[in-house]
C-alpha cells in the first residue's frame, strides 16, 4: 500500500499499487466505492495487465483518510487526486474510472491535463441530477440534510436501502465524506461534466451498459471525438458485471490509433 499527503493538515490519500511499464494507468472508483476490490481483476487481466497500476481510493473512501475539514467538491477531489499521482511521479495517466470517479477524472483531465493521457469513463456522471428522497445513490444521499444524514438516521435508511453489496464498501466511507461527495454529484460543476469533456483533447471513451439504451447526448460526444461503447450484459458496475467484455473494451480504448 502506498499513500501521499494531499492536504495541508496531512490526510493521505492511498492506494494499491501494481508494477509494470509505462504509461501508468490509474484505476478510480465511484461513489461509496473503494478500487481495490473494484479494479484488481480488470487490472490483471490478460488484456490489461502488464502497466504500473494504480488502484486508488479518493478521500473520504475506503482506505484513504476520511477528514470533516475537507468538502469534498468534485474540483477538491480532482486536486487532491492530482497531489497524489504528483507524489507517486505519474504524468500521462491513462484513468479508468467509475462512475462519480469518472466526473472526478473529468475535472481531473480539465484541471491538470499534463496527468492524464486518456480516459475511459465507466458509466460516469455528466450532468446534474435532482436530489430525489428515498432513491438510491447519490441522488438520495444528497436528498438529505448533512446533519440528517450524518446524525438524524440517514446513513442508516442509506445502509438498509443500498444492499449489501454496495454496503460492503460504502460502511468504509466517512459519513461527511459520503454525504459531501454526493451532493456535489448531484449539483455537478461549472462548466458541467459534459461540457469539460466536450473540450478535452485527450482520447476519451465512454462505457455505458447496452440494456440502458442510447446515451443522451451521444451525437455531440461524437463529434467531440468521444467513443461512446455500449456493453452488454451488465448493469452499471460493468467491471465487476462483464469483466470480460469490460477488458476487451477497455483495452481498445487504450490503444493508440495509428
Known amino acids: 500500500m502506498r499513500s501521499a499527503a494531499v492536504t495541508p493538515e496531512g490526510d493521505q ?9 509505462e504509461p501508468p494507468r490509474v ?3 465511484g461513489l461509496g466505492a473503494t478500487s481495490p476490490p473494484y479494479f484488481t481483476e480488470a487490472a490483471v487481466h490478460p488484456l490489461l495487465a502488464g502497466h504500473r497500476s494504480l488502484l486508488v481510493d479518493l478521500l473520504g473512501h475506503g482506505i484513504s483518510d476520511r477528514p470533516t475539514s475537507f468538502d469534498y467538491t468534485l474540483e477538491s477531489h480532482a486536486d487532491a487526486l492530482a497531489g497524489a499521482l504528483t507524489a507517486a511521479g505519474v504524468s500521462g495517466a491513462e484513468v479508468i474510472a467509475h462512475s462519480m470517479g469518472g466526473s472526478v477524472a473529468i475535472v481531473l ?3 491538470h491535463p499534463h496527468l492524464v493521457s486518456r480516459l475511459v469513463l465507466i458509466d460516469a456522471n455528466l450532468d446534474p441530477i435532482p436530489r430525489t428522497p428515498g432513491s438510491p445513490g447519490s441522488s438520495g444521499i444528497a436528498a438529505y440534510s448533512e446533519e440528517e444524514f450524518v446524525s438524524g438516521g440517514g446513513w442508516e435508511e442509506v445502509r438498509d436501502r443500498v444492499g449489501a453489496h454496495w454496503w460492503s464498501t460504502m460502511r468504509l466511507a466517512g459519513r461527511e465524506a459520503l454525504h459531501r461527495s454526493a451532493f456535489h454529484l448531484t449539483r455537478g460543476t461549472q462548466p458541467t461534466m459534459r461540457e469539460l469533456l466536450l473540450e478535452l483533447e485527450t482520447p476519451r471513451t465512454f462505457l455505458l451498459p447496452e440494456a440502458d439504451g442510447p446515451l443522451p447526448g451521444s451525437d455531440a460526444l461524437g463529434e467531440a471525438g468521444v467513443s461512446v461503447v455500449a456493453i452488454p450484459d451488465c448493469g452499471h458496475n460493468i467491471m465487476l458485471d462483464n469483466p470480460e467484455a469490460f477488458a476487451q473494451a477497455t483495452a481498445a480504448a487504450l490503444t493508440p490509433r495509428g
Open 109 to 111: 483531465a480539465a484541471r
Open 27 to 29: 484505476y478510480v472508483h
Open 13 to 21: 490519500i492511498r492506494w494499491v499499487e501494481l508494477p509494470g511499464q
